[in-house]
Structures are given as C-alpha cells and as structure tokens.
C-alpha cells in the first residue's frame, strides 16, 4: 500500500485508530478525520515518528461542508484518495423504542447514516478521478440482528449495509469496491461507556459473544485492511461479519 492514501473516520481511538496504524505499517498514507483533535493529533505523532506520512484533519461527519472541505484538503495534501473508512459512530442512548427520545434519534442517524453517506458521496467524486479505489462502511452485528435498547443505532446499523449494497451496484463497473464490516463486541472505549464499567455488565457483554472473550481493534482492522487491498479484488456489495459468532447463534 505505498503511497495509496487513506482517510479514516473516527480514527482517533478505538476500531479506527487501529484500522490507522495497520494502513501505515502497510505504507499507506494516512488521513485521520474525526472530532477528538487530542487523541487524533497524538496518534499521528506516534506514526511520524515511525516514519509514516499522516495527518488530522478536524472534521465531524454530519456536517456536509467539513466532509467536503476533508476531501478537498487531502487530495490538497497528498494528491488523491485511494481507500476511505468510514468508520466514525455513536451508540446514543440506551433506551427501548417507546423511551428512545426524538433527540437521540435524529443525533444517532445524522451521525452513523448520513454521515456515511456524505463521505461516500465525495469520496466517490475523488477516487473517480484517479481511476478507482476501495470503500469499508463500518456497520455491526446490531446491523445484522436486533439489538434490545438501541434502536437508532440498530437502525443506522441496517441502513448502513442496504446504502453500502446499493453504492456497490452503483460503482462496480468504474473500479470502485465497498463493503461493510460488521465487528461484534470489541474491547474499546464504546464498551466502557454502554457497560458503564460494571464488572457484572461486562460480563454480560463478553457472554453475548460464542468465542468466550470481546475482540480487539486490530482484529477489525484486519478485516479491513483485507478488504481494500487488491487480494479483494473480487470483493464487493458485502456485509463482513468479524464477530467471534455472535450472529452464528
Ligand atoms: N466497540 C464495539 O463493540 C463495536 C461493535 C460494532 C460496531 N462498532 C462500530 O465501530 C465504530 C468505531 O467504534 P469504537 O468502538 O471504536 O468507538 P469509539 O467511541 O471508541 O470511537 C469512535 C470514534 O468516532 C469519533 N466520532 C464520533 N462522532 C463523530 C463525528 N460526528 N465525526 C467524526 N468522528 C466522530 C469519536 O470521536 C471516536 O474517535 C463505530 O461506528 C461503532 O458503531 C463498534
């Protein structure tokens, strides 16, 4: 992957910020866009000092002009776009769809919907220009089966993987493959916050998962990383599970 150049939403920390240091250990340039500017700026300190070329660039997903004004800066900075992740998410609030307020609603789906679909849009735009490239939308496996209290994000979930089939057809014939990954429980910051810490809640989530531990980050971006690479070149409109079974049961 030298010289290919990525974007990672939500690469800051977590799944993305793993899915960013396996581009750059494969050579790729990286472009961190997310909205924690702390953590996305230590990472890239991280990867310079490794030698790679990488840079972060503030932008919130479910805002159209920042997710146009990140394309533009980073063909600006590094003269195309080869891969994008799409990566940046939120589990809104726990709550069943009678109590699931309007507010969470609307944050949760302008955030994991619309915002894949504004970064796909001018992603797209670019990577036709230099002949082609690779998408991953990162779903779940709440985008696969039901998931009890979450019902916006379960919902964004679904909507990612039928917006991610329909961009495949869409682009399959001008060399642009995208797919989904839908990770199961991973060991991150998300978990922290919907299991509150709770040993016992922990518990609970770590059992929901047949392989009898959460995953890692890098596990995901593995899958990843795979699925933008040329030996998936015959790879596209799928939905990945990468979830130790948890949609096997
Ligand atoms: N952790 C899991 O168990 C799990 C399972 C399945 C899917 N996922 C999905 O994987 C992705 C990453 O999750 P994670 O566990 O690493 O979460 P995380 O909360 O640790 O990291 C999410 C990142 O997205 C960024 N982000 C949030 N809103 C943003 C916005 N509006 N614009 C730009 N960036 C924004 C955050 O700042 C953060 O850096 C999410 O889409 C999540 O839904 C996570």
Known sequence: MKDKVVIVTGGAVGIGGAIVEKFADRGANVVIADIKAEQGERLIDTLKKKGSEAEFIWTDVSDRSEVENLMEKTVERFGRLDYA??????????????????????????????????????????????????????????????????PAYTSSKHAIIGLTRTTALEFAQKNIRINAVCPGVIQTEMIDRVTGNDPEKRKQYESMEPIGRMGRPEEVAAAVVWLCSDEASFVTGQAVPVDGAFTSE
């Open 85 to 150: 992740v799409n990566n940046a998410g939120i589990e809104g609030d726990q709550a069943d769809t009678a109590a699931c307020t309007e507010a969470n609603w609307d944050r949760v789906l302008e955030i994991n919907l619309k915002g894949v679909w504004l970064c796909m849009k001018y992603e797209i735009r670019k990577m036709l220009q230099t002949g082609g490239g690779a998408i991953v939308n990162i779903s779940s496996v709440a985008g696969l089966v039901g998931f009890r209290n979450l």
